[in-house]
C-alpha cells in the first residue's frame, strides 16, 4: 500500500501502538539520541518515538523502522519475504516462454500494472512546497547531534537527488550531512557511491551540481534510498513497486533540474560547486558501532528550504547494534535473495546477515550444493554482485541447515571443516568506514565453506576429530600458561563446536602470531580447528558483543594464522586476529 504521506504513517504506528509520543522538552543534541539509543536496544526495538517538543517548530520522529513490525508497515506488506516472492512470480512469469498469441496477451495487464508504477513529474507545486523558508536557515530545522565526539549535527535519513550530466539519469540515495552553518553542508559521498561518479562528472564540465535533499513522505522512499539498486535504474521505480502505486514528482523551485517527491515533508535544496575546495567533515559515530575519521568531502550550499505544513522532522541514530538501521538491512537481505537468486547465483536458498556483522561484515549463505568447488564459485558470484562487495566474512552451508539457528549452523558448518583447505582468503574493495583495513576502502575477505565435501574436495591425509575437550579443561589450562591471556570461552566445545575464543592483553609486536603458534602445539589442542584472540576489554562469552568487536577489527587476510603440526599431520588449528590494531603492535 501507499502512504499518503509520513503524517498518515505517524497515525498508522499509533493506532497500532508502535509509537509514543514525547510531549517534554528534549534537546536534538546528544538527548533525543540517547533516548533512542536505549529504546531501540530494549526487546523487539522498542517503539517510534515521536519527540514534540524540540526548542524548534518541528517534531522529531526516531525509531520508525526500528522492528519488523515497523519495517513491514513503512513498505505495506505482512512480512519481509513477500516482497521477495512477489519478484519472483514476475520474473518467472516474463522470462517463462510464451508458446501462443494468448500467452502474450495474458501480459499486458501485468505490463499495464508495472507501467503505472513508473514515476511521474507532475506540473505546478507539492504538498513540500507549502511553505517557503525565504531566508533558508537549517538551525530551524532540529537536526541531531547523536554522540558525544561527533563533528556537529548531522542530518542523518536525508533522501539525496542528483543527475548525471550528460544523460540526467537520476540518482537517489543516503549520506550523512554535517551542518556547519545556516546554508552549509557537508555531502558524505564515498567513492564507490553513484553520486559521487555525478559529482566527478560535473567537476569535468566545469558546471555547479545542482542537488535536493528530500526528508519524509512516504516511509519507502527513505529505504529505497537504501537499496542496493544497479547504477541505472531509477530508486523511484523500485518505491513505486514497493508501494504499488507512482511517486509524483515535483520541479525544485531554485535547482529546477532535480524533481523531488511531491509529498515529502522537507526539501532542501542546493549545489554543489566541484572546483570548490573541500571541507573537513567528521567524525561521526557510524553504523559500524565506531567513530569514522574526519576526511574531505565536498561542500553542500542550501539555496532553498521548503516544507509542508505540519511538517515532522525525520531522524535516525546509528552505532553500536542493535539499531534501527539493522531492520532497514534485514529488509534489503529479504528482498533481494530473489534478483541475487535469480540473476547471479541461482544455487543460493537463503541468506542471512547477522545484525552484529553491521550488514557487510559478516554474511551467512545456504546454496544447493550439486558440484565440487561449487562453493568457491558462489564466493566469486557473491563478491562481486553490488554492494556485496563490501563483505567481509562469507559462511557457506548446505540446503537444509536453519542459518538463523546459529548454534545448529556453528556445529555443521565446523563438524564439516578443515581449516587447512576449507577457507579461503581474498582482497577487495572494503566500506570506506571498514577502520581494520590496512588501506582505505581496500582488504581482506574470508570465505568460510562449511558445506559437506565431496570426493574430490576432500584432503586424504585429514582426519576429522571426532571428539573434544572438555571446556573446563581448556580454559584452566591456557589461563595458567598464559598470562596475556585474561579471558577464555571454550564453552563452544560443550556444544560440539571446535573453537574457542580468547581475550588477549598485547604488548609486542606479532604477539598474536606467536601466542597461536604456541597454542596450537600445545598439550590437548589438537581438535581445535578455529582459535578468534579479541582485546582483552572483550568479555568473550559475551557472543553478540564479541563477535560485533571481532568482526569490526578483523581484516582476514592478514590477520589469520594457520598452525599446521609437524608431529600430526591432520591438525590444523586457524587463528584469526580480531584485536585492535596499532601501528606499535601491529
Known sequence: MAWKNQLEFIKALEESGELVRIKEFVDPKLE??????????SGGGGKALLFENTGTNFPVLMNAYGSERRMCMALGVDHLDAVAKEIEELFQLLSSPKENIIDKL????????FASWMPKVIKGKGACQECILENPDLSKIPVLTCWPKDGGPFITLPVIHTKDPETQSRNVGMYRMQVFGPTLTGMHWHKHKVSAKHFSAYKKSG???????????????????????????????LAGFLRKKKVELVKCITQPEIEVPADADFIIEGYVDPSEDLIWEGPFGDHTGYYSLPDWYPRFHVTAITHKKNAVYPATIVGIPPQEDAWLGKATERIFLAPIKMTMVPEIKDMDMPVEGVFHNLVITQIDKEYPGQGQKVMNAMWGAGQMMFNKILVLADQGV?????LSLAQYVFSNLNPATDISFSTGPMDVLDHSCSKLGFGGKMCIDGTKKLEEEVDENYINPQTLPASKEIEDQLL????????VFAGLLDKGISCIILSVKKDKPGHIRQLHHSIGAGTNMQAIKMILYVEHTVEPSDLPTCLWRFCNNLDPKRD???????????????????????????
Open 32 to 41: 533525543i539520541a540517547e533516548i533512542t539509543d536505549r529504546v531501540s536496544k
Open 106 to 113: 495474458k501480459l499486458l495487464p501485468k505490463l499495464g500494472q
Open 207 to 237: 558546471k555547479l551540481m545542482p542537488v535536493a535533499v528530500a526528508l519524509g513522505g512516504d516511509p519507502v522512499y527513505a529505504y529505497s534510498a537504501t537499496a542496493p539498486l544497479p547504477e541505472n535504474v531509477d530508486e523511484y521505480m
Open 402 to 406: 536453519k542459518i538463523q539457528d546459529y
Open 480 to 487: 595458567q600458561q598464559y598470562p596475556e591471556i585474561k579471558a
Open 560 to 586: 589469520s594464522h594457520l598452525f599446521q603440526s609437524d608431529t600430526y599431520p591432520y591438525v590444523a588449528c586457524l587463528g584469526l586476529d580480531g584485536t585492535r590494531k596499532t601501528k606499535e603492535l601491529d
